[in-house]
């Protein structure tokens, strides 16, 4: 079994930047930590994957440049630094875990954490 558990959501102004962090833990492994967010009323949609082991990371397309993400190993975390924010990215973001190889979808993904809200106002 693995845990995650999100945080770092929050209010912010359009243009404001947020840190989300997951905190990994449990006996067991998968080696792609994703993120995801889903608004209200529309699907869950692919934002970013780190490697545990290589660090190697992938964006999807609309980031832009805009999020990044990283990952600290000594402290089994996985971070979301999102910049220039807008209210498009206001949404519930959640990390996961998946053992499959370059993961893009949520039905690749096995453990999920509870959410974090980020709420971008304009």
């Known amino acids: 079994q693995m845990q995650l558990v999100e945080s770092g959501g929050g209010l912010v102004q359009a243009g404001g930047s947020l840190r989300l962090s997951c905190v990994v833990s449990g006996s067991a492994w998968s080696d792609y930590i994703g993120w995801f967010r889903q608004a209200p009323g529309k699907e869950r949609i692919f934002v970013a994957h780190v490697r545990r082991v290589s660090g190697a990371v992938y964006y999807a397309d609309f980031v832009n440049g805009r999020f990044t993400i990283s990952r600290d190993n000594g402290l089994n975390t996985v971070y979301l630094q999102m910049d220039r924010l807008t209210p498009e990215d206001t949404a519930v973001y959640y990390c996961?875990?998946?053992?499959?190889?370059?993961?893009?979808?949520?039905?690749?993904?096995?453990?999920w954490g509870q959410g974090t809200q980020v709420t971008v106002s304009s």
């Open positions: 996961a875990a998946s053992g499959a190889f370059h993961p893009t979808t949520a039905a690749e993904y096995t453990y």
